[in-house]
């Protein structure tokens, strides 16, 4: 737990896992994210596909798990969103069920998880206010109620992709925090923005 | 040197190939060359249309089935021929006139333009029409399973592996289904691809001890980077003409074939993943080895004569163990969710 001082200048790795209904938009996201990609027909995630992505600016690294979605999928789950700093949680802005699905996410995350975790709420689809069925009141007002941190977001057009995880590279309690370090952290992590590398030949 | 064509390389079955490096031409290559030989083997069964016998027919599939024999061969060797016998001949059109009762039409609707979207068949509307139809007859006729993701990416390599015919394809994956895979492994709570996964995970550590050592120390299980090969039969996993030598093996001897597979794949690849250092790297060199792998006929020479003996015997023991864990995981797992869904009555903290 006490880092050394040295040890502070790295790169933190983040676990975090994608959940939420089948076709909701998880591998878009992810892939929009890490690739600035967007197929409108992606392949349908089996098992779970594996990327990574670096946010020199925050100095974090998110090792990103995105699941499949399907509801027999779920007893598969645990593998994944075990030992998580963060999740997002998906639904599409024009699928009621996929809603629904998300809530009980939440809850079972709220259960099961790593209490520390740091949830996220997206209502993607966003791109497509036409067929919306899911009201941004009505899940701005679960979100507020669950702790979650809520976004609309579109894989298609990007809007709030990069927001939504760098916010959440931003919650994340970070590691320097607890020990105490003798300059205080916030001063440390200021030098860390600017030389996000190669900070540890010093 | 002869131009690289403009267009992407396909496979025999018209799947785009994904080319890191020339060494997959030349795999690609040496295959076409490997059917030409094997075509000469079958030539007088073929005459007779008679499969081979015994060992004969076993080494024969082992050693790969030409193309265009595989409808016949594969309706043979699976038993699909023979369960399509047994019911009135009307029994597909029958199914497909019910397809009314599915409770799986929206999934597979949402599923049909992202299976294979690149492929000229399967992407058109003809090839949607006719995958369509197997899933959701599929689901009609064995409402148990429904649908589950993954069949169809199976269900697309197998339509077009067997020249589309579409009722054969339905009964090839009745067959795998109902058949040859393990029972409940495309069920509602995939408690069979749990056994699955769990058997696989003990049968790494007999045969490979030191990556079985290698995973536990990265917490990597097995389900992180199997669940895919035995949800689809390795049809989203390998290029559709790897898989579809897999299939080979896989309807003439049951599902053992699966693990064969499996233990091959990271034998082949252990040197490179005893090197990695967490379980996501670790997954990322098995999905790059597997989703490139054309070599196949190297690998399933490993999977034959490389990993030793593996019975179905002793599989099924190791399962038998398994499935008494994997039935008391699901049922703490059902008590869990039940917990959580009364809790959704009051309002969250
Ligand atoms: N219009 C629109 N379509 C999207 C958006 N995100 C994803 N899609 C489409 O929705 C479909 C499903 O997207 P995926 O990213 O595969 O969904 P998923 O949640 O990963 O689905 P599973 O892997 O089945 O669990 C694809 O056809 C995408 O092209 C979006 O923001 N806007
Ligand atoms: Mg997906």
Redesign the pocket.
């Known amino acids: 737990m006490a880092a050394p001082l040295a040890e502070l200048a790295q790169q933190q790795t983040a676990k975090l896992v994608l959940l939420?209904e089948?076709?909701?938009?998880?591998?878009?996201l992810v892939l929009r994210y890490v690739k600035g990609q967007f197929?409108?027909?992606?392949a349908?995630?089996v098992g779970a596909a594996f990327l990574t992505k670096t946010l020199p600016e925050l100095n974090v690294k998110f090792e990103i798990w995105?699941t499949?979605?399907?509801e027999r999928y779920h007893s598969l789950a645990p593998m994944y969103y075990r030992g998580a700093a963060a999740a997002i949680i998906?639904y599409d802005i024009t699928s009621p069920d996929s809603f629904t699905r998300a809530k009980s996410w939440v809850r079972e995350l709220q259960r099961q998880g790593n209490p520390n975790m740091i949830m996220a709420l997206a209502g993607?689809?966003a791109?497509?206010e036409g067929q919306r069925a899911v009201t941004v009141e009505e899940a701005q007002a679960y979100a507020a109620e669950n702790g979650l941190f809520y976004v609309e977001?579109?894989?298609?057009t990007s809007a709030n992709v990069n927001e939504l995880f760098e916010e959440i590279a931003r919650k994340l309690p970070k590691p320097e925090a607890a020990p105490r370090p003798p300059q205080g952290g916030i001063v440390l992590s200021e030098n860390q923005q600017q030389q996000p590398k190669k900070s540890t030949c010093c | 040197m002869a131009a690289q064509p403009q267009q992407a390389p396909t496979d025999v079955y018209g799947f785009r190939v994904e080319l890191p490096g020339p060494q997959q031409l030349i795999d690609m290559q040496r295959q076409r060359t490997l059917y030409a030989l094997h075509e000469k083997s079958w030539a007088k069964y073929v005459e007779k249309h008679k499969l081979p016998s015994g060992s004969t027919l076993k080494r024969l599939v082992r050693e790969g089935i030409p193309p265009q024999l595989r409808s016949w061969v594969w309706m043979e060797t699976s038993g699909a021929r023979e369960m399509r016998a047994a019911q009135t001949p009307s029994y597909y059109s029958n199914l497909l006139r019910a397809q009314a009762l599915s409770k799986s039409t929206a999934q597979v609707e949402l599923d049909l333009?992202?299976t294979f979207p690149n492929h000229p068949f399967l992407a058109a509307e003809e090839g949607r029409a006719a995958m369509r139809r197997i899933l959701t007859a599929y689901s009609v006729h064995n409402a148990n399973v429904g649908y589950c993701?993954g069949l169809n990416f199976t269900v697309g390599v197998v339509l077009v592996a067997v020249g589309r015919d579409e009722e054969a394809a339905f009964w090839l994956l009745a067959a795998l289904v109902e058949r040859i895979c393990f029972p409940g492994s495309f069920g509602h709570t995939l408690s069979g691809c749990h056994v699955e996964m769990r058997t696989l995970q003990e049968l790494v550590g007999e045969k490979l001890p030191r990556l079985h050592a290698h995973m536990a120390r990265l917490g990597c299980d097995t389900s992180l980077i199997a669940t895919d090969w035995f949800l689809t039969l390795y049809c989203s996993s390998m290029p559709p003409e790897s898989a579809a030598r897999v299939l080979d093996a896989l309807f003439h001897e049951g599902a053992k074939i699966l693990f064969r597979v499996a233990l091959a794949l990271l034998k082949s690849a252990e040197a490179a993943l005893l090197k990695t250092d967490n379980a996501g790297d670790f997954m990322r060199v098995v999905k790059d080895w597997v989703t490139h792998l054309y070599n196949i006929d190297q690998l399933m020479e490993v999977a034959f004569d490389g990993i030793g003996s593996l019975s179905l015997a002793t599989v099924d023991a190791v399962r038998k163990h398994k499935e008494a864990e994997v039935k008391e995981f699901m049922q703490q797992r059902a008590q869990q969710r039940a917990q959580v869904r009364t809790q959704q009555s009051r309002p969250g903290t």
Do not use: E, H, I
């Open positions: 939420g089948m076709g909701s938009g998880k591998s878009s197929f409108d027909y992606q349908s995630t995105d499949a979605g399907q998906v993607n689809k791109d497509l977001t579109s894989a298609k | 333009p992202r993701q």
